[in-house]
T-cell receptor
Framework: NAGVTQTPKFQVLKTGQSMTLQCAQD?????MYWYRQDPGMGLRLIYY???????DKGEVPNGYNVSRLNKREFSLRLESAAPSQTSVYFC???????????FGPGTRLTVT | QQQVKQSPQSLIVQKGGIPIINCAYE??????FPWYQQFPGKGPALLIA?????SEKKEGRFTISFNKSAKQFSLHIMDSQPGDSATYFC????????????FGTGTRLTVIP
């Protein structure tokens, strides 16, 4: 049981490049989330998916898109990366019956 | 607009001391208040959580104190150890939709041996 996994662990992009961050969970959880973590800002919700087939915007969705591919996988796409998107990105999941969210190990993204 | 305000930003205590981290919120619809612990290079992990129908919850050396009328809650770490050195985040959630969490800005705790 791996929990929540994220790939890649590190990535460097040039401004304007695109990429997709992958997230998968093996806990049969209904809800999944994408956060970004910046110094002094805590974790801010980018997008979430309450259940398979649904996605909604969080606090800071601009510049991102998401896909809930199936119950296990929730990907985050940056279509045209900007230096302001330099951050650590965390994926999380929640079973739906409780409030607890389980976090992945994160992806450190640098946009130059 | 930060829905949950957290202080202090950083905290240094001696081993055995009792660090206290404070959080405040405005939205009275929140009904779940967790604390997450994060070690460098790792994702946050749930440490302890409280519902607003109780004023205190203890789990081992960790205690949450909750003041509903003041809309404040705090984390106390008894007999702190160097292994407690981490960043701590408070958060709040309401039972609606996908149980979204609103996080505080974090407190970096250092426990000196």
């Amino acid at each position: 049981n791996a929990g929540v996994t994220q790939t890649p662990k590190f990535q460097v992009l040039k401004t304007g490049q695109s990429m997709t961050l992958q997230c998968a969970q093996d806990m049969n959880h209904n809800s999944m989330y994408w956060y970004r973590q910046d110094p002094g800002m805590g974790l801010r919700l980018i997008y979430y998916s309450a259940s398979e087939g649904t996605t909604d915007k969080g606090e800071v969705p601009n510049g991102y898109n998401v896909s809930r591919l199936n119950k296990r996988e929730f990907s985050l796409r940056l279509e045209s990366a900007a230096p302001s998107q330099t951050s650590v990105y965390f994926c999380a999941s929640n079973p739906g019956q409780s409030y607890e969210q389980y976090f992945g190990p994160g992806t450190r993204l640098t946009v130059t | 607009q930060q829905q949950v305000k957290q202080s202090p930003q950083s905290l240094i205590v001696q081993k055995g001391g009792i660090p206290i981290i404070n959080c405040a919120y405005e939205n009275t619809a929140f009904d779940y208040f967790p604390w997450y612990q994060q070690f460098p290079g790792k994702g946050p992990a749930l440490l302890i959580a409280i519902r607003p129908d109780v004023s205190e919850k203890k789990e081992g050396r960790f205690t949450i104190s909750f003041n509903k009328s003041a809309k404040q809650f705090s984390l106390h770490i008894m007999d702190s150890q160097p292994g407690d050195s981490a960043t701590y985040f408070c958060a709040a959630s309401r039972r609606a939709g996908a149980n979204n969490l609103f996080f505080g800005t974090g407190t970096r705790l250092t426990v000196i041996p």
